[in-house]
């Protein structure tokens, strides 16, 4: 799925993910990663694909962390008793949007105790089991007296306008619903409140409200949210597109481990695949997707990068006698099948086709695998101009050498978990390292990056 | 050799001079290439211009860097400040103003009020990976006219003696 919504994610809070205890980091478009094993490098990227599976993925059971085995796992230190917290802050269309989650296994049921939703420190939503809380700012509803009750008049051909239940500016200081039993079932606020909605419009802002109208999902008090317009923009969107552009954001992360070799050279039956697997197990579907829909063409991006690192070599997918799909490659035109391809061939395919798939965030551990130098410049250079929200890890000196010195995180494992630090000082140590004639890597593995050049 | 920013420019800058070759904008017996630099303070510049002349026997550096908007004349001193001592007479350095794309925005007489390539995007959906698709489509004679840091570029390429 393509988010058409334009989302950035600024920040990442995490409290209590396996090695990350506290961590508050701001990411800029090109994030790398460098520490030693198990610092919690990985971990740090494992924390988006648990959110992912915590809000996004429709798995019954509702068991998020089952691939870490079991909620022990995930939790600092074993400690079952704390609760998981995750903060997101995107720019979303505009508005800055910031998303906090509070998971817990209290009772020995995994379930999300706690939501907050604030967009653009105007409108806070926070649901607890079911009920809901609305507030606005009294400085934005001061600031808008006469907007806003032109607003809430408009609102009075809405069938709750009916009722006796007229929306007053005390209502939007602070509303509390309770909402109806079956919505115990929706696992994340931003779906909780994709729901039917009304919208209008006045000069710069919008209303929506959730209504009576007699569906099942029966609610006993009307749910209204004011939105301003964006900085950005004149005219606001109804409030459900920022809820829809919050879930499709989170549910646009792809995250990347090592390409599982044997997997993604073996073929598997066709299936319309849109979004990229983990481990790139269901990479020949998806490049057979997008063969297909464009009529017998890979992505230009990837017919590219392939014939710039690979000039003899071409990729097509393919179907076995029995009808399963497989990638075969033509070298100077002789044709192999996957058991020849270069596994290096496999990791670029998977990025590439990757930043193709246009993801709200993309973190790839451990970039380096499996690439050449030349191969893992072009790389860095796609993710560096993919226009998405980048996170890499890695071991690698070269990879250090090749990026800014203020794209770079330093990992530490402490005793209060991992820390990730950005250089403080890039220019001072720069002139440094000229001066010394020591490059970034070397001055990273010997300790020229000390704590001294480095802030949280 | 031919040292640039990115790994799109290493295809762009190697068929650019095959095609100022062919057209004899420049002396046939140039053998060009080009090679990725990490930017413009990076201290991996000295030892990669090491290997490329006492290793690989490179008798000839062009480094092109962007300014990206800063001064170009701080980002030439930057990357001077890189070039080994005793290589500096046979190192020459382009800054461009922005990026290499400037040319192809010069060569279609776009004005440029942003980064060339956002432009560019905005107006064709231009992406860096098709940057070496555009080396067939430029006017080398009207960059040469009045695109400055073409006109550099072709004059250091000029300056490179023959083996």
Redesign the interface.
């Known amino acids: 799925m393509v988010n058409t919504l334009k989302c950035v994610l600024k920040e990442a809070r995490i409290n209590n993910f396996k090695s990350l205890k506290d961590l508050r980091v701001s990411l800029d478009r090109f994030n790398v990663i460098v520490g030693r094993n198990a610092s919690g490098k990985t971990n740090f990227v494992e924390f988006f694909r648990f959110l992912k599976n915590a809000l996004v993925e429709e798995r019954r059971p509702y068991m998020p962390y089952i691939e870490w085995w079991s909620y022990h796992n995930i939790v600092w230190e074993g400690k079952e008793q704390l609760p998981i917290v995750a903060g997101l802050k995107f720019e979303i269309d505009g508005y800055d949007v910031d998303y906090e989650v509070v998971f817990s296994i209290a009772g020995g049921i995994f379930s999300i105790l706690d939501e907050q939703l604030t967009i653009d420190r105007s409108v806070f939503v926070e649901r607890r089991g079911q009920l809901l809380k609305i507030r606005h700012s009294e400085e934005f509803i001061k600031a808008n007296v006469q907007k806003v009750q032109k607003l809430l008049d408009l609102t009075r051909g809405f069938p709750f306008g009916d009722t006796k239940k007229r929306i007053t500016k005390d209502y939007l200081l602070g509303a509390q619903v309770r909402l109806p039993t079956d919505f115990s079932n929706l696992i994340d606020l931003p779906r909780t409140l994709l729901i039917p909605m009304l919208s209008t419009s006045y000069r710069d802002m919008s209303i929506s409200c959730m209504l009576d109208l007699g569906s099942p999902r029966k609610v006993e008090e009307p749910i209204v949210i004011i939105l301003p317009a964006p900085k950005t923009k004149k005219a606001p969107p109804p409030v459900m597109t920022i809820f829809d552009g919050l879930r499709s954001a989170i549910n646009n992360f792809i995250v990347l481990k090592h390409p599982s070799m044997k997997e993604v050279k073996s073929p598997s039956a066709p299936r319309k695949e849109e979004v990229l697997s983990e481990d790139a197990t269901n990479l020949h579907n998806i490049l057979f997707y997008w063969f297909q829909k464009e009529g017998g063409k890979i992505p230009e991006r990837i017919e590219r990068g392939l014939t710039k690192l690979f000039p003899n070599i071409q990729i097509r997918p393919s179907l076995t006698s029995d009808g399963k799909v497989f990638i075969k490659m033509y070298d100077k035109g002789i044709e192999l099948d996957p058991p020849c391809i270069p596994d290096g061939l496999y990791k670029i395919l998977t990025v590439l086709a990757a930043i193709e798939l246009k993801p709200s965030l993309l973190a790839v551990d451990e970039i380096e695998n499996s690439l050449y130098a030349e191969a893992l410049e072009y790389v860095i250079d796609e993710l560096k101009n993919s226009e998405t929200t980048v996170i890499v890890t890695t071991h690698s000196p070269l990879v250090v050498d090749m990026v800014k010195l203020e794209d770079l995180f330093i990992v530490e494992r402490t005793a209060e978990g991992t820390v990730l630090k950005k250089i403080e000082n890039p220019e001072e140590i720069r002139e440094k390292l000229k001066e010394l004639k020591i490059t970034q890597s070397e001055s990273w593995i010997y300790g020229g990056l000390s704590e001294r050049h480095q802030k949280s | 050799m031919i040292i640039c920013e990115?790994?799109?420019g290493v295809?762009f800058f190697e068929q650019l001079a095959n095609r100022l070759k062919n057209e004899g904008f420049i002396p046939g017996y140039l053998n060009v290439k080009a090679a990725?630099f990490?930017?413009p303070?990076?201290?991996?510049l000295?030892?990669q211009i090491k290997a490329l002349a006492y290793l690989s026997c490179f008798n000839f550096f062009l480094v092109v860097a962007d300014a990206d908007g800063e001064s170009q004349q701080r980002v030439k001193e930057r990357i001077e400040?890189?070039v080994p001592k005793e290589l500096r007479n046979s190192c020459n350095t382009v800054v461009l103003r922005h990026e290499v794309e400037e040319w192809i925005c010069y060569d279609k007489g776009i004005q440029i009020d942003d980064k060339p390539s956002i432009i560019l995007k905005e107006k064709e959906g231009y992406?860096?990976?098709?940057l070496?698709?555009y080396v067939a489509k430029l006017d080398i004679n009207r960059l040469r006219k009045g695109c400055v840091s073409f006109c550099d570029f072709i004059e250091c390429l000029l300056k490179c003696p023959e083996c």
């Open positions: 990115d790994r799109y295809g990725r990490y930017g303070c990076n201290t991996k000295d030892r400040g890189h992406e860096k990976y098709k070496d698709s």
